[in-house]
């Protein structure tokens, strides 16, 4: 649906209707108002904004709970489409979004799962408050489940969920680090698709350095990631994304960075790719 559609239909009254008819519809019309309330607020601004200042997120969060499969995965879908916006990445958790959305990391669809952590990723982002309850209680796991054995797009949302939790986030980076993480972000940064690697590469930026973390530079050296950051950071064409150079080579210099160790094996790595 284009842009100028999308704010016909909501200049036209379309939102309140859809708010109600999520609130108190059938079981398929609370699906069908969800799945129309997020294409209306995909890549528009102006609609995630007026969306957020109804009454959404009760029952959003009610469908994600207690709907049928059709109705969870159409809220997990409104729910990613909403959260890139910092009001509504407030309110979302206010209402108590996350942890049901960190359950159908676990138990959704293939596309909810892919939707979830989509959903995860933008209300981490320079969210501190956001980012420690979704990796409170074990709920960093699902995510790495989804990292590790997800369909190749739910790998790229899921390690962008992980960067976006871990980003100056000290806390988080343990917890992440210890819940495993490692190895599927370093397997993905070779197996990924070219946005998967980008977020890969990413992640492991953040969890090195973003504040600098000696003990994850360790980790990350020692679980293999410093041949494939090399090796990503000399690629170029079809095979990486356009940011996955970047990501690469600043998470090479978190790694180096007052680590002698690691800078000797980033230049023997080095010479040998």
């Known amino acids: 649906m ?22 108190d519809g059938t079981s398929s019309g609370k699906a069908w108002a969800a799945g129309a309330l997020g294409c209306l607020a995909q890549n528009h601004a102006v609609n995630k904004a007026v969306i957020g200042q109804t009454d959404v997120f009760a029952p959003l969060v009610d469908l994600l709970r207690h709907g049928s499969v059709q ?10 489409n909403l959260s890139n916006n910092e009001d ?3 309110a979302i958790a206010e209402a108590g979004g996350i942890a049901p959305l960190v359950q159908v990391l676990a138990d959704g669809t293939v596309e909810s799962k892919k939707t979830a952590a989509a959903a995860l990723w933008n209300l981490a982002t320079e969210n501190e408050d956001n980012q420690l309850e979704i990796a409170e209680a074990g709920d960093i796991a699902p995510l790495i ?45 070779v197996t990924g698709t070219p946005e998967g690697r980008e977020r890969a590469a990413e992640a492991l930026r953040n969890l090195a350095g973003f504040p600098l973390n000696p003990v994850n530079q360790v980790a990350i ?5 410093i041949a494939p950051l090399i090796k990503l950071a000399r690629e170029c064409g079809h095979t990486s994304a356009p940011g996955g150079k970047a990501r690469a080579l600043e998470a090479l210099m978190f790694l180096a960075q ?5 800078r000797a094996a980033i230049h023997l790595a080095g010479s040998r790719t």
């Open 145 to 189: 489940q989804l990292l590790a054995h997800g369909m190749p797009d739910a790998k790229e949302q899921a390690a962008g969920a992980i960067s976006h939790v871990v980003f100056q986030n000290v806390a988080n980076h343990d917890a992440v680090a210890e819940a495993g993480a490692l190895t599927p972000l370093i397997k993905l940064l």
């Open 71 to 80: 109705g969870k995965t159409e809220a997990s879908y409104a729910l990613a």
């Open 2 to 23: 284009l842009t100028y559609p999308k704010l016909a239909f909501a200049r036209a009254g379309a939102i309140p209707l859809l708010v109600k008819l999520l609130g």
């Open 88 to 90: 509504n990445q407030v």
């Open 221 to 225: 050296a020692q679980a293999g990631g």
């Open 258 to 262: 007052n680590n002698p160790e690691n």
